[in-house]
């Protein structure tokens, strides 16, 4: 998709950071008429962007903006590909749905959509997920890996991986964990999940939508009462908090590497930055598994994404692929 003339003139302003730049410069750089810079300068005002005009020396930002929109991104994403090209939503019913008709649209991998807020946000399980209306950071990146349908599910934990490596930039690492299969805890909480979803024909993947929710601004205490003592937000853990678009950028950047390796050489090439965040391997864990409980010692993931417990007294090691997993006080032999 074509960027439009405002996200355009919006991503040269960015990169001014404050500057003026001139109507002329501008036209002459976009090859189109200064009159059209002034109906694109007009279209920004009109969607809140504060561009002042200062008298023969052009147009400047007053302010930053949230960094989400297209252009903005544009000028700060420093991805090869991904994140490219982008679609921002004031109000969406799930940016995996928006994605999901763009894909069918013909959206290339990459393309990524980003929401303010959601009518009808999805997590797992069938389960709704909760936002703060423009605090929180949520998106959807769609891919194309040239892989059969049944090699995709495990890019969650690259996902998971890129995560966890972009939030430390701003939390304390030894505060955040990877809960298997692909939650991300900050002090025990949840800050972020991940649902990937896929269309495939036959073995064939068509797409692979991967939708990401972050809490990062705002406080636990604003989250619906069910949840707000199981999450939390990066805002909780540091003051000021980033803005939503750096850690959009900080997870774009990492997750690019995770993919390319992952699409190079499958879950192999990443089980090591997993394990990183695996605070629960060597410890006494109990998976709540849709075939009853199972108790033992987390070994860690296994080769195509199974969590390896050892249930001890010289049994094989289990290979759970679906199920709940916590601490437990329970000894293990
Ligand atoms: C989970 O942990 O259950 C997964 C939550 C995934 C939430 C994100 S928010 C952006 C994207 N759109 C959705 O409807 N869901 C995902």
Request: charge should be positive.
């Given at each position: ?19 003026p730049v001139s109507g002329q410069h ?174 495939a024909e036959g073995q064939r993947t ?69 394990h990183r965040w695996f605070r629960l ?53």
């Amino acid at each position: 998709m074509v960027p439009t003339l405002a996200d355009e003139i919006l991503r040269r302003l960015v990169e001014a950071g404050g500057t003026p730049v001139s109507g002329q410069h501008l036209a002459a750089r976009m090859g189109v008429t200064r009159a059209a810079v002034w109906k694109g300068v007009e279209s920004l005002r009109g969607h809140g962007y504060p561009v002042e005009s200062l008298p023969a020396r052009g147009y400047r930002l007053t302010q930053q903006g949230s960094g989400l929109r297209p252009g903005e991104l544009a000028a700060t994403l420093r991805t090869r590909r991904l994140g490219r090209p982008a679609r921002h939503c004031s109000s969406v019913d799930s940016t995996n749905r928006e994605a999901e008709r763009w894909a069918g649209a013909g959206a290339p991998e990459g393309a990524l959509v980003l929401a303010e807020r959601q009518t009808a946000g999805r997590g797992r399980l069938g389960r709704t997920w909760a936002d703060l209306p423009g605090r929180s950071l949520l998106f959807s990146l769609l891919l194309r890996p040239p892989l059969p349908a049944a090699q995709t599910p495990p890019l969650t934990f690259a996902a998971a991986v890129a995560l966890a490596e972009a939030l430390a930039r701003w939390v304390p690492p030894q505060a955040l964990e990877l809960k298997w299969p692909n939650d991300v805890l900050l002090g025990g909480r949840k800050v972020a999940g991940i649902l990937l979803e896929m269309r495939a024909e036959g073995q064939r993947t068509e797409h692979v939508i991967l939708g990401v929710g972050v809490n990062v601004e705002g406080d636990p205490a604003e989250y619906p009462t069910a949840i707000r003592d199981l999450c939390t937000t990066v805002a909780a853990w540091t003051c000021p908090p980033p803005r939503r678009s750096e850690v959009l950028c900080a997870f774009l950047e990492a997750f690019e590497s995770a993919y390319e390796d992952f699409l190079q050489t499958g879950l192999e090439a990443l089980l090591p930055r997993w394990h990183r965040w695996f605070r629960l391997q060597g410890q006494a864990v109990r998976v709540q598994t849709p075939g009853g409980t199972v108790e033992g010692r987390a070994v860690g993931l296994g080769p195509t994404g199974s969590l390896l417990v050892d249930t001890g007294k010289g049994a094989p090691v289990r290979e759970i692929f679906a199920g709940d997993v916590e601490r437990s006080t329970t000894r293990v032999p």
